[in-house]
């Protein structure tokens, strides 16, 4: 009777589970070759139940949830509503990603630097001269924001960008206010934006200001990306956009990862909401408006947070590192390359000893592996603004996704919970 059950239970889930890219005419899997993913279908069960706890007591308004091992889809659902009226959410929902944006342009440089166009270390004022000499925040006055600086002992490298220790800031988000203060009056576009600004324009306004610290001496988180995105239009010759549409999107059949969205998918766009009186409401424009992947001059192609995708998109891009590089035939990087990447780059400048960063993610350390609930040693992580995360663990090659589009405190536990749960479901 035992194994009855669980055969029904099995044939349950396979509902959910598919091959990664689930447009090659193949059929989903098997119940048997469900089982030789090695998870624990009683343990997956556990996280239906606390995604659909998560909802009903209010952390999040709705989540789209994915789990791949192996290259296949073990897990796929979608909990909760899209948006203030109900909408009821589903698996191929699109999300603003953010900061998860940063990967992707990470992965566009790497392209590039394999093609022999740059050295990491190479200053980034060889590409745009507007950088010039580097010079660091010296006195603040608060009554009008005006300031001084000194000469930097360092300039900024492309490696400083990509690792966030060139000593920029991040505008509205930055933990200074005196660069908060400062980034406003210059003028700079922070994250996202419908208004009519190209990612040059702002770069260029930036490449202006003062940093926080001499290059290359701390972990700033940082609008370096951003200025990564430009660089790729002066090194390609290619609008950033087009480049990752032409390099990336298209040879991994990421249909559903843009800047700006085609007008058919605008229905597909999950609500960013916040807590209201209790309730879920839609968020409102504050520095920014929430609509920018569907209105306004669509010009601003930020590499630091611009684009918006779904959460099997995503998957099968870390898939392609999962792969060493490699997916459905189309070889976006070298294994070589990717061990770079997932190389200590910051040494103790980034996290406590549990985590480095490398040259696009944070990367779990043995100390890390050994605390628990993180994955094995070489997983890589990073998440995004608007509440989404991911993680893949190249050692026992998952992948976990998810999906959420909130703001404010909300009290949400289900990031940690569903990473923790899908290392605990491993059952091979």
Known sequence: MKSILNLLCILCITVATSQLKIDQGKAPLSAEEYLEQGMSIKRLGLIDEMLQNAVKENQVPGVVALIARNDKIVYHKAFGSANEKGKQLEQNAIFRIASQTKA?????????????????????????????PAEILDTFNESDSTYTTKPAEDQITIRDLIT????????????DERFKKIYAKAGITDLFTT??????????????????????????????????????????????????RKRIFDPLDMKD????????????????????????????????DTDYPK????????????????????????QMYL???????????????IQSIMGNQTDEKYGEGRKHYGLAFGVVTDEGQDAGGEGSEGTFDWGGYFNTQYFADPKEQII???????????????????????????DD
């Not at 990031?415 to 749960?421: D, E, I, P, S």
């Open 323 to 337: 792969n060493n590089g490699e997916y459905n035939g189309q070889r976006i990087l070298s294994r070589t390359t």
């Open 195 to 244: 208004e009519n600004i190209s990612i040059e324009e702002s770069v260029k306004k930036l490449a202006k200001l003062p940093l926080h610290h001499n290059p290359g001496d701390k972990f700033t988180y940082s609008e370096g990306l951003d200025v990564l995105g430009y660089f790729i239009e002066v090194v390609s010759g290619m609008p950033f956009d087009e480049f990752l």
């Open 295 to 318: 209105k306004g001059a669509k010009r601003f192609f930020s590499g630091g947070a611009g684009l918006s995708s779904t959460a099997q998109d995503y998957a099968t891009f870390l």
């Open 257 to 288: 990862t843009w800047f700006y969205l085609p007008k058919e998918k605008h229905n597909r766009l999950v609500a960013v909401q916040h807590k209201k009186d209790g309730k879920w409401a839609n968020y409102p424009v504050t520095f920014y």
């Open 400 to 426: 976990g996704v998810l999906m959420k589009q909130t703001q404010g405190n909300t009290d949400d536990q289900t990031g940690w919970k569903f990473r923790q749960m899908v290392f605990a479901a491993i």
């Open 104 to 132: 992707i342009t990470s992965t566009a440089i790497m392209m590039l630097w394999e093609e022999g166009k740059f050295r990491l270390d190479d200053p980034i004022s060889k590409y745009i001269p507007e950088f010039g």
């Open 164 to 175: 966030h220790t060139s000593g920029l800031g991040y505008g509205v988000i930055d933990g």
